[in-house]
Nanobody, 116 residues
Framework: EVQLQASGGGSVQAGGSLRLSCVAS????????IGWFRQAPGKEREGVSC????????VYADSVKGRFTISRDNAKNTVYLQMNSLEPEDTAVYYC?????????WGKGTQVTVSS
């Protein structure tokens, strides 16, 4: 079964950095599109970034371009989200997802809190 384990969240000051990790298990990592979504209190869920697990091509939301970087380690079946220059608006629960055959699998979120 598809399992996704996100970690690395925490509390930081504005301008700080965090690196989130998503460990995938139970499936072939390279056959999925791995993505990061986030949801802040009182706001709708939004996409942050995604990566093709096979060739590593990436897409970013305009709000995080130049600040966030998605990367992978295929040997570890892990995708990372490096978040720099964090802003209070980045505060949210971040979720790791895996898309394959038009089925999107969701992991449990990790909380990111950025104080001003």
């Amino acid at each position: 079964e598809v399992q996704l384990q996100a970690s690395g969240g925490g509390s930081v000051q504005a301008g700080g950095s965090l690196r989130l990790s998503c460990v995938a298990s139970g499936f072939n990592f390279e056959q999925y599109i791995i993505g990061w979504f986030r949801q802040a209190p009182g706001k709708e869920r939004e996409g942050v970034s995604c990566m093709d697990g096979y060739d590593g091509r990436t897409v970013y939301a305009d709000s995080v371009k130049g600040r966030f970087t998605i990367s992978r380690d295929n040997a570890k079946n892990t995708v990372y989200l490096q978040m720099n220059s964090l802003e209070p608006e980045d505060t949210a629960v971040y979720y790791c997802t895996a898309l394959h055959q038009f089925i999107n699998h969701w992991g449990k979120g990790t909380q990111v809190t950025v104080s001003s």
